[in-house]
Nanobody
Framework: QVHLVESGGGLVQPGGSLRLSCVAS??????????IAWFRQAPGKEREGISC????????YYADSVKGRFTISRDKAKTTVYLQMNSLKPEDTAVYYC??????????????????WGQGTQVTVSS
């Protein structure tokens, strides 16, 4: 079974940037036939869907909380989905997860459609 694996988290100062990566657990496995979404969960808060990219038409969605600061993209080899995070704020501190889920330009599919959650990658924004 192929799993999605997140990486790229870390500690960054407010205003800084990080780029998260999402790849399949099988080397070279392409993600171009999978809609990929990024969720995050901050301590004591519910999990939040923040961005996704469709496999059908390339539609992209951003939650208002990250719009204008985060950018989701696929690499040319279609093996990686990136989440470029700029102008980071302390409230962006969370564990970030990538999953396969429905995606349109207006919304990410609901959490109950997600078959499997990975370990996530911790992003901490602090001075």
């Amino acid at each position: 079974q192929v799993h999605l694996v997140e990486s790229g988290g870390g500690l960054v100062q407010p205003g800084g940037s990080l780029r998260l990566s999402c790849v399949a657990s099988v080397s070279g496995y392409t993600l171009d036939s999978s809609p990929i979404a990024w969720f995050r969960q901050a301590p004591g808060k519910e999990r939040e869907g923040i961005s996704c990219i469709s496999d059908v038409d390339g539609s992209i969605y951003y939650a208002d909380s990250v719009k204008g600061r985060f950018t989701i993209s696929r690499d040319k080899a279609k093996t990686t989905v990136y989440l470029q995070m700029n102008s980071l704020k302390p409230e962006d501190t969370a564990v970030y997860y990538c999953v396969s889920n429905l995606c349109t330009a207006q919304a990410i599919g609901p959490e109950f459609l997600v078959d499997e959650w990975g370990q996530g990658t911790q992003v901490t924004v602090s001075s």
